[in-house]
């Protein structure tokens, strides 16, 4: 017998029952084939839901290996694969329109699968870059300047001009002229990403429609201007700079020489997690909602459904045959409201008798991630600093994407994940405490660029501090104290 604990996952909104079995199950059997090829070793992702909220556990699994990309080989492969592969995918989901709903979704789902093992494919080997550089610098100063030779080696290697400078500056442009979701996945059916993944699609699709309005209204509270976003640009170039003559400076002179072609390299893995990834998984959850929202108004029209959004509270295998299902829908309805009302803190459980991964394997995925923090005294938290910055002012519990609208300056926010979507509270200069998620995150990818704080590794600390209490923060240390 062996023990796994499981972790919630970034979608901070309760997941419906077709989410679940669209999203989840594709997810997971995707994410599982890349780790496979990635470390080597049959990985299997083992997923289950409480209070509607999605948990998720890794384990060994009898899987065939496939050989995993290297960095360059998915660099390569970005326009020889991925895109053709995309492309012809996006084909089958037009025909898939007219299809027998089960069929249609059970199809759809096996496609999103292929597009998160494509998706991470690309952006394992490219965490994996950015870690090898950080190792290559770790401690040079010394044990107690650690921290600050990560952050340093970092910053070197960012991706500067992210995406997310561009989404923010068409957004600002459209306002008051925000789409809709339904607006949002036509125009991603001809061929508009939006945003290029960072935040702009729905964390649950169930979710309002007012996401859009929300980040307008977030970046003009915190006077967010074109020409803020491009000073900011012009600063994250110029401390990337002097990151990297602070690394050639430091290093031993049999690292100097191979550290511009290193850095280099991560900064086009940084590049490739930063964007390509985002984007695949943002173009393809829209494809499977639209599909979604298709099949929900033709079997209103049919009668099976009193609305279409109905649809989302059955499974895949009660949308095949004729039975009834109004009873169903309502009762899920009803229960989906409530775990949407209790925004319950994130949770840990344990699941006994899984097949436990062998000590190299799970060696290898530490490796990858970024340890958990911890209370270091009465008032005061250690986490892991994760781009530089200080902050001191009231703490704000942001638990779904609608507590966006909360925030005023001087706040600092403590959010549930590392995820995309946070990303825009670091570009509005919101220092960021993550719960759940590491360094190479995409929130604290974007603070790094944007000069932002942020502390990452603070699982737990929701359940010391008060919303509302007054708190310091240090991206520098990764100390919080109140």
């Given amino acids: 017998m062996c023990e796994l604990e499981w972790s919630r996952s970034s979608v901070s909104m309760p997941m419906s029952e077709l989410e679940y079995d669209l999203l989840a199950v594709g997810y997971a059997t995707g994410f599982g084939r890349a780790l496979t090829g990635f470390l080597n070793h049959g990985v299997a992702v083992r997923i289950t839901r409480r209070s509607g909220h999605l948990y998720s556990a890794l384990e060994s699994a009898n899987a065939p290996v496939v050989p995993a990309l290297s960095l360059s080989e998915a660099e ?26 089960h069929f249609a979704l059970v199809r759809a789902r096996e496609l999103f699968a292929d597009c998160i093992a494509l998706h991470h494919a690309l952006m394992l080997p490219a965490r994996q870059q950015l870690r090898d550089v950080v190792a290559l610098v770790a401690g040079i100063d010394g044990a107690d300047r650690q921290t600050d030779s990560t952050l340093t080696a970092l910053e070197a290697s ?49 979710e309002d429609a007012r996401y859009g309005r929300r980040i307008v209204g977030l970046l003009q509270t915190f006077d967010v201007t074109p ?49 390509h990834g985002p984007l695949m998984h943002v173009r393809y959850t829209h494809e499977l909602r639209r599909l979604t929202t298709v099949h929900g108004v033709a079997l209103t029209r049919a009668n099976r459904l009193d609305h279409l959004d109905d649809i989302f ?30 925004c319950l803190p994130p949770q840990t459980f344990r699941s006994h008798g899984c097949a436990a991964l062998p000590i190299t394997v799970t060696a290898r995925l ?97 359940t010391l501090v008060t919303d509302g209490e007054v708190v310091k923060v240090s991206g520098d240390t990764g100390e919080v104290t109140w």
């Fill in 158 to 206: 960012m991706h500067v001009g992210s995406a997310i400078f561009d989404a923010a500056a068409a957004l600002l442009d459209a306002e008051p002229e925000i789409l809709d979701d339904a607006g949002i996945i036509t125009t991603i059916a001809a061929g508009a990403c939006d945003g290029d993944g960072y935040g702009l699609a729905q964390p649950g699709w169930l």
């Fill in 227 to 275: 020409e803020v976003l491009r000073r900011r640009r012009i600063a994250a170039e110029a401390r990337q700079s002097a990151a990297a003559a602070e690394l050639r400076y430091a290093v031993s002179a049999d690292i100097r020489g191979g550290l511009d072609e290193r850095l280099d390299a991560a900064r086009a893995a940084s590049q490739m997690a930063e964007t």
């Fill in 76 to 101: 390569n492969s970005w326009p020889e694969t991925v895109s053709t592969t995309m492309q012809r995918h996006f084909v089958e989901f037009g025909d898939l329109l007219d299809n027998d709903p």
């Fill in 366 to 462: 530490r490796h990858l991630g970024t340890p958990p923090g911890r209370p270091t005294g009465t008032r005061q938290w250690r986490g892991i600093g994760a781009a530089r910055g200080k902050g001191e002012g009231p703490l704000r519990v942001l638990r779904t994407q609608a507590d966006i609208a909360r925030l005023v300056p001087g706040d600092i926010a403590l959010v549930p994940d590392a995820g995309p979507a946070w990303g825009w509270l670091a570009l509005a200069g919101i220092p960021l405490i993550v719960e759940q998620g590491g360094l190479l995150g995409h929130a604290p990818a974007v603070a790094r660029e944007v000069g932002s704080c942020c502390v990452v590794g603070a699982q737990g600390l929701a």
């Fill in 313 to 342: 509270h059955l499974t895949l295998s009660e949308l095949s045959g004729d039975r009834e299902v109004s009873k169903i829908v309502e009762a899920r309805r009803a229960t989906y409201c409530e775990q949407s009302c209790q």
